[in-house]
DNA sequence: TTGTATGCGTTATCAT
DNA sequence: ATGATAACGCATACAA
């Protein structure tokens, strides 16, 4: 073992090994093309003749140091255009600034909404925002979280495709918020399931008898509570509800509906979301089949676009960014300290039913 | 000043201060509610019986170590959920695995396109995403600039709004590449001006003989370039350009626009964007004007939704996604060494005119 | 008020 | 093949 500066007091200077890496001090407005090392703690301290610890407090804790070296210290940080190294801090302090988004899918309007939301709440909280896209994949949103405990302070989980136990544990390693999805978590909750009976009540009102439901992944959390509490509306409302499967989320999986829409005899159909709708909307135009005249189609999130399409989509409103920002507002108290892991959750947002053009009387048989 | 380890060998030990935070090992799968200290290669490294560096090249240095001992240290990591520490890595190597996407509006659904481009790269590379909104502030993005530089290994910035000089800059503070932005840094540019002129040339084809230019921000590179292509084409094509001024590119901003075709009495509008366009449409539909037969209007981007308006607009086409991608591949390249700075920008992306419902022949006066 | 020393978790270097 | 240690940049407990 090395015996550490054991020659005496004078020359017992701490760094025993190699000599640092480069002894040159960052430049100020040098243009040189070649990015010089970035300014460091150390050069600021040394051009403003101070220990690193000083120019640290003059940076961090204004009035533990004399107005004058505060002023000394500034001026040099500013000449060498000195920034402190998140990674550094957040070795130190545990925490990075940092928090992640985590969507299954970039490309859906609907998570636009989600990252509009997010965005705007951690500006204020003078966070970073990470983005990721788990492709729909549980393993990819497993593999995601497991990569980000220590990366971020803490994550917003949109439309999480894990099974509970999975997002249990992953809520025990770092501090998770749900948006549409309960169990086990932190979360905020968006009434889609009543937005959707408001639909069904909306077509029943119309006179529809024969209403088809199109889902969603059957990951989705969501798309599960709506699948029950449409069930249990058909039931009091009394009219038959056609389970016309799962579907991809998106513009594509559109065909496939408005070809089981068809099919299956239906005068009205609720969709799992707008993107879907669209595709629905798409399709029936090309079999020629008229909406509203003779069949109805209901959409879900109101995203951007639902009021271009002609006819322009009756759908199902849903505060999405506030969900975000809301969901955000609560992560960032609970990093804060602010909120403790067991207080009461935010009861769910209410959705409104938007009537627009895609929805008529039931057709004469 | 403390002389360290001078007492002998034996009880030189290194850990001079106060103990370590906890001893205590992270645990396995133990279900306690309060997250547990985050496993660390020491913790593996004790469970395994080995030395940390040790443990580290197992799990970095694949056949660095005996196979034995990997399966060992492998087991004791997976056991432990053990994920390396981001901070600390970054620390060492100075990477980070990071790029960030900065963009002036994440509400503008171009910059949706530039986020999937982007993560659609950065996923490839296993980087992950940062995304910075700046406002539309070039106070801002500098700001932001000056954060990530340390915490990020590179930049890509979509519609970048600093002045030459600024940007030139932090260029040189760390890897940038932009997009729309020649000036100079590494980029990737669309053709927007020649799609504007195609615009023009095809509203001059229907007869339009007076035609109006509604411009983006005055910061926006992009809308300068078009106004020079546009102003040469009207001279060489010898019809009126009328200048619109400078919008918001979003949908409010439609409505100064359209009361300025009014007013003008122009029969066509070349508009900076389709956001921009879609406010054009709405206000004019208000006014009563009818498009197409008394007003045609192209807009740019052929964003989500342009096909959905009624009238469907007519827009040039551009390939914003396929951008980003390429711009983040050139940043990543250059990060991995794979390319140097000064290697030829690639060519700029060709944009072509999407004709839809949005443009008609001129009417007769 | 200011300076000195230490450790955060990881990897590279050196020694064994 | 493995172990010990320095160093990355910063913030803090402690000493002066």
Redesign the interface.
Known sequence: ?V????RG?ED?RRRVGRRRRSSRPAQAGG???A??R?ATLRDVAALSGVAVSTASRALTRPGRVSGETEARVRAAAEQL?Y??????R??LSGR?G?VALVVPD??N?FF?SA??GT?SRL?QGRF??????TEESPAAEERAL??L???VDGAVLAGARLDDERLAHWA????IVTINRSQPTDHVVVDTPGGAVQALQHLVSLGHRRIGYAGGPPTSWSDGRRRAALAEAAGRLDVDLVDLGSHVPRREGGALVADAVVTAGVSGVVVFNDLLA?GVLARLAERGVVVPDEVSVVGCDDV??AD???PALTTVAVPSERAAYLATDLLLNRLEGTRT?DAAPPPPLPTHLVVRGSTAPAPRP
């Not at 015996?3 to 054991?6: L, M």
């Not at 025990?172 to 501090?175: G, S």
């Open positions: 073992m015996a550490i500066g054991c007091h017992g243009d040189i093309s990015s010089p970035p255009g920034a402190p190294s998140g990674p550094a957040a070795l990075t940092v970039v490309t309007p636009f990252v509009r965005q500006r970073a925002h990470l983005l990721v896209d497991r990569d405990r220590g990366t025990r390693e770092l501090p669209f951007f676009g271009l399409v002609r892991t």
